[in-house]
């Protein structure tokens, strides 16, 4: 599809609200969009430019909703060659060092997969911010020049 992919890692709903936050600002701003929540290895090789919204469970570990894409993405490997991607992470810091790991993970996936990284990754941390959708929709908001090209 043209436009911007969103990919929504949730295990309570809460990312992927923020995900549908994300697409109506982008319908707002006329950037045709589409949330993934069970995508496939083809919804990621027909996007032009890919955002992942992802929280993280267990020990650092992606959402269940999102592990077989991942781990598919993983084995697969299709070179994403340059194609852009923006990653917002949601957390909770009190838990260390697994902090955003499920965005951490797409993160190193993406490069290794020779992604565009448009920005940093965006860490959302549940302690400082009740609703997360207040800083990543401003931060894909700031970007998307960047990320449809």
Known sequence: MRGIS???GSVYGNAQ???EEVQ???EAEAVESEVFTDPTLDDFINSESIVVITSTTGQGDIP????????ELSEQSPMMN???FLIAALGD???GDTYCGGGRQFNELLNKLQGKPVADMLEVDAIETLSPEDEVVPFIKKHIDALVG
């Not at 269940?64 to 781990?71: C, I, M, S």
């Open 6 to 8: 969103i990919f929504a």
């Open 17 to 19: 609200h923020v995900a």
């Open 24 to 26: 109506a600002m982008l």
């Open 64 to 71: 269940p909703n999102l592990e077989l894409f991942y781990a």
């Open 82 to 84: 340059g194609k852009r």
């Open 93 to 95: 810091s009190s838990y």
